[in-house]
């Protein structure tokens, strides 16, 4: 073990090599493309070094936007409804240079306080958040449409591995939680076995997606004792995708590290039935837990949550087709993340121990042709479109999942697991 922070000690043979991970494999950068890196001020230490294997690798230019969360909690403490709703053309331009421009690989670098906005006005930020994401909407479909490489990694900030391990010090909490990303991520001491360790990983879900692919099925059904009873209509021609994309280029990336899941979009006007959730969903910095949903003809027309309430309501209402799903995807309860028994209060990490659903907009790669099918059309294709996209994760220890073809039943998940 070695210092390489004033306040942080990691295995540094391994901490270089999650770094690589996220440069030759997360958003695999060629020679002379952009790098656009979104990182925590606490410590700069995992940014430099993606940025650092970037340039090895080729890349022509690395951005860095760091980000504060006090300052975020301070500026929705403070900022009048006007301010907060705004944003500066500066900030577009600065989407158009990067992502219309230059096609700049995006790397989000998250470790959020899962805590950090509860105490404050709901409402408030709800309404910050959907105008900002309307003024910024145009440039979503650089990553949703697969047009950049694009990552989401994790670093162990203080407040968040305080969050999962509460009787450790901030120091030993940040020190295990790097412990378990390593494991989850298959990050070894040795680069070779670290690449090894994540090609045979996407070879096998890639077979996976593969199977479901060749079926082609019309409709899955989810059942557990837990009182999920859920069926899910299949888009025409629909694709279910594994842990590599492919970007506008030609060129494969892993959009999320840890990954798990092979996924879909359900037909959005075709979910019926009751969805129950089964691990907490942390959005705009506060806890939603221990909440359900029903549905008829793809809309939520019910929900209940114990705590957070208000916040999964102001959710539902972003706009007017965020009560209908945009993602389904599977994750085997046996997967490593599930295996460490931790609730990580983060969605990269919670959603790859369990099968999960996704409210609001739905990947256009995930049906044939859907990529060229402007957003004002992507119903008619059977997706839905939204301001948000939110995962929570439905992935019972005896959920069942009956898939249906011509009448006929597959078994596809049997006890949590793939059948």
């Known amino acids: 073990m070695k210092k390489t922070e004033e306040n ?87 989407n158009i240079y990067q992502l219309e421009k230059h096609r700049s690989n995006r790397i989000s670098i998250i470790g959020d306080d899962p805590d950090l906005l509860k105490d404050l006005d709901q409402k408030k930020i709800a309404e910050a958040v959907r105008e900002n994401s309307l003024k910024l909407k145009d440039f979503v479909k650089y990553t949703m449409n697969d047009m950049v490489s694009w990552l989401v990694i994790a670093y162990p900030t203080k407040k968040w591995a305080k969050k999962i391990f509460p009787d450790l010090d901030e120091e030993k909490a940040v020190d295990k939680l790097w412990e378990v990303i390593f494991d989850v991520s298959r990050v070894d001491e040795d680069w070779g076995k670290t690449k090894k360790n994540w090609n045979d990983h996407v070879s096998l879900l890639n077979e996976k997606a593969e199977f479901l692919n060749s079926h082609q099925f019309d409709e899955v059904h989810y059942s557990s004792k837990n009182g999920t009873d859920l069926r899910v209509k299949l888009p025409k021609n629909h694709i279910w995708m594994s842990a590599s994309s492919k970007n506008e280029k030609g060129d494969l990336f892993l959009p ?78 046996e997967s490593p993340i599930s295996k460490s028994n931790i609730l990580f209060f983060n969605t990269l990490f919670d959603e790859n121990a369990s099968c999960h659903f996704a409210l609001g907009k739905a990947y256009p790669t995930t049906v044939k042709g859907g990529t060229e099918v402007d957003d004002k059309d992507l119903h008619k294709i059977g997706l839905n479109d939204s301001l948000i996209h939110e995962d929570f994760m439905v992935g019972a220890k005896d959920l069942n999942i009956k898939a249906y073809k011509d009448g006929e039943e597959f078994d596809v998940f049997v006890d949590g697991n793939w059948a």
């Open 8 to 94: 942080m000690t990691v295995n540094k043979n391994k901490l270089e090599n999650y770094a690589k991970l996220a440069v030759e494999f997360g958003v695999n950068v060629q020679k002379n493309e952009d790098v656009l890196i979104n990182s925590s001020l606490e410590d700069p230490t995992l940014a430099r070094l993606i940025a650092k294997y970037a340039y090895e690798k080729g890349s022509r230019l690395v951005s860095i936007n760091w980000k504060d969360e006090e300052l975020t909690k301070l500026k929705y403490t403070y900022e009048d409804q006007e301010t907060l709703n705004e944003v500066p053309d500066y900030i577009i331009e600065k």
């Open 256 to 333: 999320n590290i840890p990954t798990e899941e092979v996924f879909t979009s359900p037909q959005f006007d075709g979910v019926d039935g009751r969805l129950v959730a089964v691990k907490p969903l942390v959005y705009n910095g506060v806890i939603i837990n221990n909440f359900e949903f029903t549905f008829e003809n793809g809309k939520v027309v019910d929900f209940k949550a114990e705590e957070g309430y208000d916040t999964l309501k102001e959710m539902l209402e972003s706009d007017e087709n965020a009560k209908y799903l945009g993602e389904i995807a599977l994750v085997p309860y």
